[in-house]
Antibody
Framework: EVQLVQSGAEVKKPGESLKISCQGS????????IGWVRQMPGKGLEWMGI????????KYSPSFRGQVTISADKSITTAYLQWSSLKASDTATYYC??????????????????WGNGTTVTVSS | EIVLTQSPGTLSLSPGERATLSCRAS???????LAWYQQKPGQAPRLLIY???SRATGIPDRFSGSGSGTDFTLTISRLEPEDFAVYYC????????????FGPGTTVDIK
């Protein structure tokens, strides 16, 4: 079974650092892009960025570039999202998701097919 | 950067009714890159539709997707109690290829 399992909830103070994880299993982790998505309390989904674990090629949404760092360690099939200095506005649930590509006779189809269980991050003094 | 707009913001319907959700893009999106997700409270999003019209594994056939260019639609033919949720459209990499923007979502709630 293809799964993405995320690390547990975190409570942090403003200014602290944090690294959350997303471990994949049941598939060739290195071969599929992993994206990160933020959901602030009561709000919608925001795409943050995406990484290819095979070579750690990383792309960021302009809204999140410089605010977070996405990384991966393919040897332990894990992707990471980290902050160097948290703010109260980072309070949210963060999801990882696998980008899948399927092929038809005429085109390639792209979508996020498997999602992690989410990590809730609370930043409060 | 492509912006997705969803309407209505909230759809209040009764079980058994038909739901029609709209997703409009600020510029043309390849159908290959348009997906729909369902999210229930306290749960991760779940893939419903990909390639604008293909149902994901295990998704009932009361869910259907259509559209092309800048206008896409998710239709739920007859609402079941478990279908009351928030629905998001996403363009998965039209331009730039690593842009996976979501729409703001449509809430389908019980009337």
């Amino acid at each position: 079974e293809v799964q993405l399992v995320q690390s547990g909830a975190e409570v942090k103070k403003p200014g602290e650092s944090l690294k959350i994880s997303c471990q994949g299993s049941g598939y060739s982790f290195s071969l599929y892009w992993i994206g990160w998505v933020r959901q602030m309390p009561g709000k919608g989904l925001e795409w943050m960025g995406i990484i290819y674990p095979g070579d750690s090629d990383t792309k960021y949404s302009p809204s999140f570039r410089g605010q977070v760092t996405i990384s991966a360690d393919k040897s332990i099939t894990t992707a990471y999202l980290q902050w160097s200095s948290l703010k109260a506005s980072d309070t949210a649930t963060y999801y990882c998701a696998r980008r899948f590509v399927s092929r038809t006779s005429t085109s390639l189809l792209y979508y996020m097919d498997v999602w992690g269980n989410g990590t809730t991050v609370t930043v409060s003094s | 950067e492509i912006v997705l707009t969803q309407s209505p913001g909230t759809l209040s319907l009764s079980p058994g009714e038909r739901a029609t959700l709209s997703c409009r893009a600020s510029q043309s999106v390849s159908s290959s890159f348009l997906a729909w997700y369902q999210q229930k409270p306290g749960q991760a999003p779940r893939l419903l539709i990909y390639g604008a019209s293909s149902r994901a594994t295990g998704i009932p056939d009361r869910f259907s997707g259509s559209g092309s260019g800048t206008d896409f639609t998710l239709t739920i033919s007859r609402l079941e109690p478990e279908d009351f949720a928030v629905y998001y459209c996403q363009q998965a990499g039209t331009s730039p290829p690593w842009d996976f923007t979501f729409g703001p979502g449509t809430t389908v709630d019980i009337k």
